[in-house]
C-alpha cells in the first residue's frame, strides 16, 4: 500500500507541489491572518461592551448619587438654624417633619450633642419632661385631707366618702396639677362604685382642662384618663364611644403625644391594641370603618416597633464611632457619609456638623438614617428605569457583605461581566452587569465581518482542493493497482499456454515424439493454446478500441440457432477441460437478426469460458436460446460458485474481479464481462444476471428481431 502510495504521489508530483505552493500555502496563511483579525475584533466588541456596561453602571450611579446630594443638601440647609444650636427642640421637631414631608427618603433623624446623649426628635428619648416637673409641697390640712380620703378608699371601701372628700381637696386647692391629681382620685372611686357616668365626666374635664400635667407617678394625667374613659365607657355597654377612644389613643401613642419612651410606648400601645381587638372582634359589630382605622394603625405600630429597634441599634454600634469624630472636632465641612452593617441590614447615614456661635466650631452633629427600602424600592427602580442597558445583559446589585439587592447573578461561563463600586462605597453596593448575546460572543457581527468570509472561502478551497487531490491520489493508487493486477493476470494468462507451447515444441523438435498420433495430439493443444492467446490479445485489443470509440461492428443476417451450434461446437474443440458438458437448447423457429458474427462469437465464448472456470469439479453449463415476442434470449447457466449480491452491478466494471474469484484463486483478467456488455449494448441488447451464490449463475442475453 504504501509503496502504492509512493508511486501515485511521485507521479503526481508537480500536481500536489501546485496545489501546496497556490492553494495550501496562501490558504493556511490568509486563514491566520483572518484568525487573529477575528480574534481582535473580538477583543475589540469585548472592550466596547466593557465601556457601555461601564457607562450604565455610571449613568446609575450618577442617578442615586444625585437623590442622595439632594437630600444631604437639605440636611445642610437645616443644620445652620439656631433652634439646633440652642436646642430648641420643638422648632427642632417641625423642621424636621417638614423635611420627611419633602423627601420619602429621610429616615430616622438623630442629633449628636459633646457629652450628651443622643437625641432623636420624633421619638424624643432623649428629651424627658418629667425631668423638669418640680416636686409639689402639700400643707398639713390637705395632706390630712389626702389620709381621709385614702382611708375611706383603700381600707373601708367607702368610696363615695373618697369622692366627698377628694373635692373638698380640688375646691380648696389652686395648684393646676393637685387640681388634676384630685380629679382623677375623684374619677377612680366613682369607677369603683359603679358610678361610670360620673367617672366618665370627669375623666373628659382631666382630658380637657390639664392636657399638660402628670400623675404621681410622672406619667402625663391626660393618656391616664383617656385609658380610663374607655374603661368607663365599655362598663355599660357603649362599645362604640370605647372604641372611638381606644383609636384615639393609638393614632395619639402612634405621632407620640406624650414623650414616650421606648417601654412607655411599647407598654401602652399593646394595652389598647389587646382592647380593640377585644371589642372589634365581636360578632354582633357592624361597623367596617372602625375596623379599617385599626388595621391601619396596627401596620403602624409594628413599624414604629421596628423603629424603637432601629433606634436601639443607631445607639449601640453608629452612635459611639460618630461621637469620636465630634469629641475630637474632625468632623468635614462636606455631608459625612457613613455606613455599617448591623445585623441584617446596611445603615446608610449622612450627618453635617451643627455650627457653633461664631459659625467655625461644632455645637454638634445633625444625623440621618436614610430609609433603605425607599432607595431600592423607588429610586434605584426608577434609576435603572430610566437608563438605557445593553441589549441582553442582566444586572446584579448586591451588598459589600454579599447580600442580594436586585436581580439575579448571571453564571453563564462566557458572560462578559463589569462590576462598579459607589464612590466611598455609598451605597455600600455592587453593580454587576453581565452580558449574554443570543448567539453568544463569538458570532457577534462575526457573519458580517470579511475576514470570516475569507477564512470560510479558504476553508472551502482547502478542503476541496486537499479532496480533490485525495481523491487523484487514491484513483492513481487504484489505477496502479489495477494495472499491476492486470498485468499479473495477463502474464499469468499468456505464461500458461507458451510454457506448453514451448514444452511441447522442444519435444517435438528434439524427436523425442515419433508417434503419429502423440505428434497430432501435441500439435492440436498448441493449436489450441494459439486459439486461447489470439482470444485473449483479441480481448484486449477490442477493449482498447472500444475505449477509444475506434471498434467498428459489421452486422449481418445470421440464424441464430446455427451460429450457436458452431460457436459451442468450436469451444468444445478448443476447451482443455476434456470433462467439460456443454447442455444446449435451441428452438427452430428463431428468425434471423443482424449481429457481428466475430463479435458476438468471442462475447459467448467469454461466458461459457466462465461458466467453466467458475464451475466446481462437474464442468457444466447449459445455453438456451428462444424467441420472446420482439426479442431473442441467449441464457448461459453453470453449476459454479456464483456470485454475491452486492457484486452483481460491479462485476460488469472493467478489471473488477469478484471476491469469489479471488478466494478460489481463480485467474482472469478483468475484462471479459466488461466486452460483453460493450457487445451486447453495441447490438442494442442487454445483459442481466441472476445467481445463487454457491450454486448457480445465469446470464441472460436480450437481443432485439428488427
Known amino acids: 500500500m504504501f509503496q502504492g502510495l509512493k508511486i501515485a504521489v511521485k507521479q503526481q508530483k508537480k500536481l500536489l507541489v501546485i496545489f501546496l505552493f497556490a492553494i495550501f500555502l496562501p490558504s493556511v496563511s490568509l486563514s491566520i491572518f483572518g484568525i487573529i483579525a477575528l480574534r481582535n475584533e473580538k477583543f475589540r466588541l469585548e472592550k466596547q461592551i466593557e465601556n457601555e456596561q461601564l457607562k450604565i453602571a455610571s449613568d446609575l450611579k450618577g442617578k442615586i448619587e444625585t437623590k442622595l446630594l439632594e437630600i444631604e443638601k437639605r440636611l445642610e440647609d437645616l443644620a445652620p438654624n439656631p433652634s439646633f444650636r440652642q436646642k430648641n427642640f420643638p422648632v427642632v421637631k417641625e423642621l424636621i417633619t417638614s423635611l420627611f414631608e419633602k423627601d420619602s427618603l429621610a429616615g430616622i433623624i438623630f442629633l449628636l450633642y459633646k457629652n450628651e446623649e443622643p437625641f432623636f426628635p420624633l421619638f424624643q428619648t432623649g428629651f424627658d419632661k418629667s425631668a423638669s416637673i418640680p416636686v409639689l409641697v402639700y400643707d398639713s390640712f390637705l395632706k390630712q385631707q389626702i389620709k381621709n380620703a385614702e382611708d375611706a378608699e383603700f381600707i373601708r371601701s367607702d368610696y363615695l366618702k373618697a369622692v366627698s372628700i377628694y373635692n373638698d381637696a380640688f375646691l380648696q386647692s389652686g395648684n393646676l396639677t393637685i387640681k388634676a391629681r384630685m380629679l382623677n382620685h375623684i374619677a377612680r372611686n ?17 382630658i380637657n382642662d390639664y392636657p399638660d400635667e402628670r400623675t404621681e407617678s410622672g406619667l402625663p394625667i391626660e393618656l391616664h384618663a383617656k385609658l380610663q374613659k374607655t374603661e368607663c365607657l365599655s362598663m355599660p355597654g357603649d362599645k362604640g364611644s370605647a372604641v372611638k377612644n381606644d383609636l384615639e389613643i393609638f393614632e395619639d401613642l402612634l405621632v407620640n403625644r406624650w414623650n414616650l419612651n421606648e417601654g412607655q410606648f411599647k407598654t401602652y400601645s399593646s394595652i389598647v391594641n389587646e382592647r ?61 457619609e457613613y455606613s455599617k452593617r448591623t445585623g441584617n441590614e446596611d445603615y446608610l447615614i449622612s450627618a453635617v456638623m451643627i455650627p457653633g456661635q461664631n459659625q467655625q466650631d461644632s455645637t454638634g452633629i445633625l444625623c440621618m438614617k436614610l430609609n433603605n427600602l425607599y432607595l431600592q424600592n423607588s429610586i434605584l427602580n426608577n434609576a435603572i428605569e430610566e437608563i438605557q442597558p445593553l441589549q441582553n445583559t442582566t444586572l446584579y446589585i448586591t451588598s459589600l457583605s454579599g447580600d442580594s439587592v436586585r436581580g439575579n447573578k448571571n453564571d453563564t461561563p462566557d458572560a462578559i461581566t463589569t462590576t462598579a463600586l459607589f464612590d466611598d462605597n455609598f451605597p455600600p453596593w455592587r453593580l454587576e452587569l453581565s452580558y449574554i448575546g443570543s448567539k453568544g460572543l463569538g458570532e457577534i457581527n462575526i457573519f458580517s465581518n470579511f475576514y470570516f468570509w475569507t477564512i470560510m472561502t479558504l476553508i472551502i478551497i482547502l478542503v476541496f482542493g486537499t479532496v480533490l487531490i485525495a481523491r487523484i491520489v487514491t484513483r492513481e493508487m487504484e489505477i496502479l493497482k489495477i494495472k499491476s493486477d492486470f498485468v499479473s493476470s495477463v502474464s499469468h494468462e499468456f505464461k500458461t499456454p507458451l510454457t506448453s507451447m514451448k514444452a511441447l515444441t522442444e519435444r517435438l523438435e528434439t524427436g523425442k515424439v515419433t508417434q503419429p498420433v502423440k505428434m497430432k495430439q501435441y500439435i492440436s493443444i498448441i493449436s489450441h493454446d494459439i486459439d486461447r492467446l489470439i482470444r485473449l490479445v483479441s480481448n484486449i485489443l477490442n477493449f482498447s478500441n472500444i475505449e477509444e470509440g475506434k471498434k467498428v461492428y459489421r452486422k449481418e443476417k445470421t440464424d ?116 460483453v456488455k460493450y457487445t451486447v449494448e453495441a447490438h442494442n441488447g442487454q445483459i442481466d444476471v441472476g445467481s445463487e451464490p454457491g450454486w448457480s449463475t445465469v446470464f441472460t442475453i436480450t437481443l432485439p428481431v428488427c
Open 560 to 675: 441464430i440457432a446455427i451460429w450457436l451450434k458452431e460457436i459451442i461446437d468450436n469451444y468444445k474443440k478448443e476447451s482443455v477441460e476434456s470433462n467439460c458438458n456443454i447442455n444446449v437448447q435451441l428452438k427452430n423457429d428463431m428468425p434471423a437478426i443482424p449481429i457481428d458474427r466475430d463479435a458476438m462469437a468471442q462475447a459467448l465464448f467469454n461466458l461459457l469460458d466462465n461458466a467453466v472456470k467458475f464451475s466446481r469439479q462437474d464442468k457444466e453449463a447449459e445455453v438456451t436460446a428462444e424467441k420472446n415476442e420482439n426479442s431473442i434470449i441467449l441464457k448461459i447457466k453453470d453449476k459454479g460458485i456464483g456470485i454475491e449480491n452486492d457484486e452483481k452491478d460491479k462485476i460488469f466494471e472493467k478489471f473488477y474481479r469478484g471476491k469469489n474469484a479471488v478466494k478460489y484463486y481463480i485467474k482472469g483478467t478483468g475484462l471479459g464481462l466488461a466486452l
Open 276 to 336: 380593640l381587638t377585644g371589642l372589634l372582634s365581636d360578632s354582633t359589630w357592624k361597623s367596617t370603618e372602625y375596623k379599617s382605622r385599626f388595621e391601619l394603625y396596627k401596620k403602624e405600630y409594628l413599624y414604629k416597633t421596628s423603629q424603637w429597634q432601629t433606634i436601639n441599634n443607631i445607639k449601640s454600634f453608629i452612635v459611639p464611632e460618630l461621637m469620636n469624630y465630634l469629641q475630637t472636632n474632625s468632623f468635614p465641612n462636606s455631608p459625612y
Open 190 to 206: 366613682l369607677m369603683k362604685a359603679g358610678k361610670f357616668s360620673g367617672a366618665t365626666d370627669n375623666y373628659s374635664k382631666i
